[in-house]
Nanobody, 123 residues
Framework: QVQLVESGGGLVQAGGSLRLSCVASGRAFSSYIMGWFRQAPGKEREFVAVISWRGTSTRYAESVKGRFTISRDNAKNTVFLEMNSLKPEDTAVYYC????????????????WGQGTQVTVSS
């Protein structure tokens, strides 16, 4: 079992920045691929970013490429999502998730999920 707890969400103006954190407890964090997803009201959950075990490989959704950066600190069991140049359409609940599978961009592959943190970007 892996428990995930996100933090760092909040209200920010368009063009601003936020840094989300996700702390993991339980089984060896470094053995999991970690992803970030988001879900806006009335919309399906969508992929945002994913990072490999050692942090050497990453993937991003086209909508966030160049603005968001995913990273991890295995010594602290934490994965981060640095979000810059935020837009109102980035408003959503952001979830971190863990999988021992491939560098996946689909939510069905992920085994463990956090409770989410709200990000609201005002125009």
């Amino acid at each position: 079992q892996v428990q995930l707890v996100e933090s760092g969400g909040g209200l920010v103006q368009a063009g601003g920045s936020l840094r989300l954190s996700c702390v993991a407890s339980g089984r060896a964090f470094s053995s999991y691929i970690m992803g970030w997803f988001r879900q806006a009201p009335g919309k399906e959950r969508e992929f945002v970013a994913v990072i490999s075990w050692r942090g050497t490989s990453t993937r991003y959704a086209e909508s966030v490429k160049g603005r968001f950066t995913i990273s991890r600190d295995n010594a602290k069991n934490t994965v981060f999502l640095e979000m810059n140049s935020l837009k109102p359409e980035d408003t959503a609940v952001y979830y971190c998730a863990a999988t021992s599978n491939i560098l996946a961009t689909t939510s069905e592959v992920y085994d463990y999920w956090g409770q989410g943190t709200q990000v609201t970007v005002s125009s």
